[in-house]
């Protein structure tokens, strides 16, 4: 079966730091790759998303994440955190013909002034 | 677009009692999903409908859930029989589908079995 980890289950940077969140993924064909973020209360905001082509993906508020095939890893990235950042980060890998997400566990950012 | 939209937001219910739960996809998505969330993991996958066909059911859906698309437009999912284990977060997402598929999620509703 398809499965996401992500190691971190909490990370700590400082405000105007550099943040790489990591999310390695098990699957057998070519993965649709997922990075959502939830704040307390609220549902799942995509960041980005890979499907083909280009390794490095843009997302939202800043956000980038690069594919790795060669390590089966997505791993989440911004050059500087704000404050508004804080929040749980999850990452996905599509899965199927419906395409459901299989989640990883999530990691808890917090960012300390 | 109004978003994906969840109702109720919280619902407290004691154990043994049914609870039902609505989701109003974005308008023409034909594919809607039900995922459960309990504290500290992330979302599990419950069940999808591509328009009023319900496609997959995981094995976290036991008898005493059932979830329905009448018409392929709002889903409800009802629980009968409320365990506290069934106490977590409720998440909807729809998609247009295709090869993209971009799920867009509401906000949850969550689940408290006492």
């Known amino acids: 079966a398809q499965s996401v980890t992500q190691p971190d289950i909490h990370i700590t940077v400082s405000e105007g730091a550099s943040l790489e969140l990591r999310c390695n993924y098990s699957?057998?064909?070519?993965?649709?790759l997922f990075w959502y973020v939830q704040s307390p209360g609220q549902g799942l905001q995509l960041l980005l998303k890979?499907?083909?082509?280009?390794?490095l993906v843009q997302g939202i508020k800043g956000f980038e994440a690069e594919f790795k095939r060669s390590q089966s890893s997505f791993n989440l990235r911004k050059p500087s955190v704000h404050w508004s950042d804080a929040a749980e980060y999850f990452c996905?890998?599509?899965?199927?013909?419906?395409?459901?997400?299989?989640f990883g566990a999530g990691t808890i950012l917090r960012v300390k002034s | 677009d109004t978003g994906v939209s969840q109702n109720p937001r919280h619902k407290i219910t004691k154990r043994g009692q049914n609870v039902t739960f609505r989701c109003d996809p974005i308008?023409?998505?034909?594919?809607l999903y039900w995922y459960r969330q309990t504290l500290g993991q992330g979302p599990e996958f419950l069940t999808y409908?591509?328009?009023?066909?319900?496609?997959?059911k995981s094995r976290l859906l036991s008898d005493r859930f059932s979830a329905e698309r009448p018409k392929g437009s709002f889903s409800t999912l009802e629980i009968q029989r409320t365990e506290q284990g069934d106490s977590a977060m409720y998440l909807c997402?729809?998609?247009?589908?295709?090869?993209?598929?971009?799920?867009?999620f509401g906000a949850g509703t969550r689940l408290s079995v006492l």
């Open positions: 997402a729809s998609t247009s589908g295709g090869t993209l598929n971009i799920q867009y």
């Open positions: 699957y057998g064909a070519t993965p649709y």
């Open positions: 890979y499907f083909s082509g280009d390794t």
């Open positions: 996905a890998v599509g899965e199927g013909y419906g395409n459901k997400l299989v």
């Open positions: 308008s023409e998505h034909n594919r």
């Open positions: 409908f591509q328009n009023e066909a319900q496609l997959e």
